[in-house]
């Protein structure tokens, strides 16, 4: 009895670190949540509020966290395989790496090598919507470096609903365009109804699932700037009700002047 006593606690808590491992969704308020990056802490888990990378990530699972993020500034040019922070491409394609170890606008980007996220590196940001609608979502996908290989990455732009999703929809793919550059990618409510609505926990990513395809070792630097989420509250119940009422109130009011007028 002792045994099995002790294997429930060893199981018990094994099971609240499991779930105790993502991050703590972001509270949304209504209006635009936005993340531009631009403040990367010296390093840690969580490089912004609610924001986590990830290894090992694949159709049905978020993978393994990244414990350590590292906030240094880091040149584009840098093949080391990492999370990193980066200048924005505010600045020319072909700007030193001086000057952009010293860009204030920075991004969150990527790198893959052989024996780091090829496949299943992943930025993700957990946030929840409790009485709010999501209206849109919107990021910039940056090429910053362009691999001297034939060698690339598609990346799929998902989102996953609960604590530790099992599934994940696809909201959109974004293939090495092979050239520096910044790509847009905005979603709305055409690409995810009303599943994002008033849930206690949503993970959206930015995730290498599929293995990069081509020849040679060197991998593309990749990252993400000026993500932002758009939301609305949801009215009370009680607005809804004095909205009928004066819906109906109109009505009446129109109907009472037909009435005088016809009399």
Do not use: H
């Amino acid at each position: 009895m002792i045994f099995i006593k002790s294997s429930l606690i060893v199981f018990a808590s094994a099971a609240f670190c499991a779930l105790s491992a993502n991050a703590a969704p972001l509270s949304l308020q209504a209006g635009t949540y936005s993340q531009t990056f631009d403040t990367f802490p010296a390093s840690g888990r969580n490089p912004f509020p609610s924001w986590e990378g990830y290894t090992g990530a694949n159709a049905t699972s978020l993978g393994a966290v990244i414990t350590n993020v590292s906030g240094t500034a880091r040149a584009w040019s840098e093949t080391g395989g990492a999370l990193k922070n980066v200048s924005s491409l505010n600045i020319p394609s072909t700007s030193t790496a001086a000057e952009q170890l010293a860009n204030t606008n920075r991004a969150f980007a990527l790198r893959q090598v052989n024996v780091f996220g090829d496949p299943g590196v992943s930025m993700n940001f957990n946030f929840s919507t409790i009485d709010l609608t999501v209206q849109s979502i919107s990021l910039d996908a940056l090429m910053l470096d362009v691999a001297t290989t034939t060698r690339s990455t598609a990346i799929n732009i998902q989102f996953g609903i609960g604590t530790a999703p099992t599934s994940f929809t696809n909201l959109g793919t974004w293939s090495d365009p092979g050239v520096i550059g910044s790509t847009t990618f905005t979603f709305d409510r055409d690409d995810f109804g009303s599943a994002l609505d008033g849930q206690s926990s949503i993970w959206f990513r930015f995730a290498a699932i599929s293995p990069s395809t081509g020849t040679g070792s060197t991998r593309d630097l990749i990252a993400i700037d000026n993500f932002s989420i758009a939301t609305q509250a949801v009215p009370e119940p009680s607005t809804f009700a004095l909205m009928g009422l004066g819906a109906l109130g109109a009505i009446m009011a129109i109907r009472l002047r037909r009435r005088a007028t016809n009399a």
